[in-house]
Each structure stands twice: as structure tokens, then as C-alpha cells.
């Protein structure tokens, strides 16, 4: 089932492959893509549908170095080139939205931008800067309502500049730590307002960030990540998790939204040992939402391939192996052997490591 395509009213993929969003860090000075970056995406326009990295919808969101935004016309153009590069080559793609919130330094944002989260808590840790290296996350500012109808607004113009920039949608990131989740985790949201202290509350903020991108580009065209029980950012399961996802997923289930994909931190090895999402839990996610649903964390073919048949995914995401193998589907569909990845260029700049991994072909 793998290599079988996905047809809906609303996208058509090639086939139920999805390469994941994962941060690479080689956008230029000014968070701006470039040709280096349409040309990695490109390689890879095989998967069924490609999610972007992180791409920040605000100078507030680009806390680490060198990552993408999508805020202004020239990033538009540079997103124009990666969108181009896929479509030439037969692909679909989505632009991953994510505001970095308190995880996040100072040096690495623009002139004016400033550090905000829903408490003026810093993340734990430490993270780099070009400028100034390993140095802890900044304090943030705690948001009020202002800033977080900003905030919100921020996201729907971004989802619009999107379309402009040739993308097929967009997805959420309310995963990993990041500001969506950072509203939505109890053990870093201790507002007591309208955004915080309930269920209801912790959600509020995710559901507005989903109604008005729905909003602004059709719900047909936008999804988001979550990661339950992930420990990622110092986040980390709380009491009523899974009510607490359950009702979210419900509510963005009658938004309409094309698809909700769940990381399963799990079986990832540089999650510090976050527990697992249960297949239990899976289900009743699957359950609720009546729209695609994307698994991720940890997966190869053999995997993949069980959850589809079994009914528990319509797609499954894979991530760091479409680092080493541009040709990853083919790969997995004749069983050829994996490139073997570099760490050390995970996060560098310039192509080594980047674009120079040997496809098949070669």
C-alpha cells in the first residue's frame, strides 16, 4: 500500500509517503530560501507529499539560526523556486508553519523582533547562535490578548503568502515544544485568562491559529502536527492529556482541516526517552478526526507498510532517512540498501551534506 496513490476531493498524491518536516538551517542572512534549497527539495519531489521545515510566519518565530520565514514578498520568491523545483518534477508540497515562541535567542532574530511565549518563562537549555554560540534561550515576554490576536493573524497572512508562493498548503506545527504547544502543555502553560488553565483554555490558541489560516486559505488546504506526550522543549505528559487531545482533534476535525499528523516521540533516539503514544490512544485520535491521518516516529518500510494495512494511517512520514536518500521511495520500493547519513551537516551551512547524497541513479 506504501506505493499505491491517495486520491481525495482535495489532493492527489503519487503515492502515501510523506517526508517529514525537519530543520536543515540552510536559508540565507535574511531567513530567505534559496536555490540550494530548492534543489534539496527538489531531489526529493518522489515522496507523495513533502512538508517543509519550520518556516517562521513572523520575525517573533525564527528563533534558531538560519531558518526560513514566510512573512514577506522576498521570501515568497524564494519559496517560489522550492514549489517550482517540486512541481517540475512531479511532487506535492506543504510549508510547515512554526513560530519557535520561547524556545528561542534573541541573536537570532531581525532587528525588532523580540522573544514571546505564554509565560515569561525561559525554555530550559541552551541552543546556538551564529554570532555569539551556544548561549541559554532568552527569556521571553509573556503574550496578553494583543499579541496573541497578532500572533494569530500572523499565521492566516503567512498561510496566504503560501499560495502565492506556489505551495499546495500548509501545515501546523503544534509539536516539539514550539508556541502552539506551548499554549496547549500544562506544564508550560500556567496562564490563568481565556488561553490557559482548562482544557478549553490550553487549546484556545491552536484552534484559533486553525480557524483563521482555515479562513484565509480553505481548511481543504491545511493540516497540522501533534506530538502527545512528546518531551521535546520541556514539555512532557500532564494530567488529562488525552482528554485534552482528544477534545482539540475534535474540534479541528469540524474545522474541516485535510489531515492531522501525530509524532510518536517514542521511538525517536534523541527524544530523552518520551513514552510512547499508545495504538490505543492512535485510534481514538483516528477516530475523532474525519480527515487524512499521518503517522510519524520511527518508521521504515516494513512499519509503514503494517500501519496501512491494518487501517491505523492513510500516510506515514519519514524523516531523517530522506536526508541521506534523495530517492528514498524508489529505494524502499526495489529494497536497496540506505545511504548512510552525516550528523554533522544536519544543521551547517552550504551543500555538503545537504544536496550531495547519491541517488540511485548516479
Known amino acids: 500500500m506504501l506505493f499505491q496513490p491517495l486520491t481525495t476531493t482535495s489532493i492527489q498524491l503519487a503515492n502515501r509517503t510523506v517526508m517529514a518536516p525537519m530543520t536543515r538551517s540552510r536559508a540565507d542572512g535574511a531567513n530567505t530560501p534559496n536555490a540550494l534549497m530548492a534543489e534539496y527539495y527538489g531531489q526529493r519531489a518522489s515522496a507523495g507529499l513533502i512538508i517543509t521545515e519550520g518556516t517562521s510566519p513572523s520575525p517573533n518565530g525564527l528563533g534558531y539560526a538560519r531558518i526560513p520565514g514566510l512573512f514577506n514578498e522576498a521570501q515568497v520568491r524564494g519559496w517560489k523556486q522550492v514549489t517550482d523545483a517540486v512541481h517540475a518534477r512531479g511532487g506535492k508540497i506543504f510549508v510547515q508553519l512554526m513560530h519557535t515562541g520561547r524556545v528561542s535567542h534573541a541573536a537570532n532574530l531581525p532587528a525588532g523582533a523580540e522573544v514571546l511565549g505564554p509565560m515569561g518563562t ?26 496573541i490576536a497578532h500572533a494569530v493573524e500572523e499565521y492566516a497572512t503567512s498561510a496566504r503568502l503560501a499560495i502565492e508562493a506556489g505551495f499546495d498548503g500548509v501545515e501546523l506545527h503544534a509539536a516539539n515544544g514550539y508556541l502552539i504547544e506551548q499554549f496547549i502543555n500544562a506544564n508550560v502553560n500556567q496562564r490563568s485568562d481565556a488561553y490557559g488553565g482548562s482544557i478549553d483554555g490550553r487549546n484556545r490558541f491552536a484552534l484559533e491559529v486553525a480557524r483563521a489560516t482555515a479562513a484565509a486559505i480553505g481548511a481543504h488546504r491545511v493540516g497540522i502536527r501533534l506530538s502527545p506526550y512528546g518531551v521535546f522543549n520541556s514539555t512532557g505528559a500532564f494530567p488529562d492529556v488525552e482528554p485534552q487531545y ?10 474541516g482541516l485535510l489531515y492531522l499528523h501525530v509524532l510518536d516521540h517514542s521511538a525517536m533516539d534523541n527524544y530523552m526517552s518520551a513514552p510512547p503514544v499508545s495504538t490505543a490512544f492512535k485510534l481514538q485520535l483516528r477516530a475523532a478526526f474525519r480527515g487524512l491521518f499521518i503517522v510519524a516516529g520511527g518508521f521504515d518500510r516494513t512499519r509503514a507498510e503494517e500501519a496501512l494495512k491494518a487501517g491505523h494511517a492513510d500516510l506515514v512520514a519519514f524523516a531523517r532517512s530522506f536526508i541521506a536518500n534523495p530517492d528514498l521511495v524508489e529505494r524502499m520500493r526495489t529494497d536497496e540498501a540506505l545511504n548512510t547519513m552525516d550528523p554533522a551537516t544536519f544543521y551547517t551551512p552550504g551543500p555538503k551534506g545537504y544536496i550531495d547524497y547519491p ?3 548516479a
Do not use: K, Y
Open 246 to 255: 482528544l477534545a482539540l482533534v475534535q474540534e479541528l476535525s469540524r474545522l
Open 122 to 147: 525561559a525554555s530550559p537549555g541552551q541552543m546556538h547562535t551564529d554570532s555569539l554560540g551556544m548561549q541559554p534561550r532568552s527569556t521571553p515576554r509573556a503574550m496578553n490578548e494583543t499579541d
Open 359 to 361: 541517488a540511485l541513479a
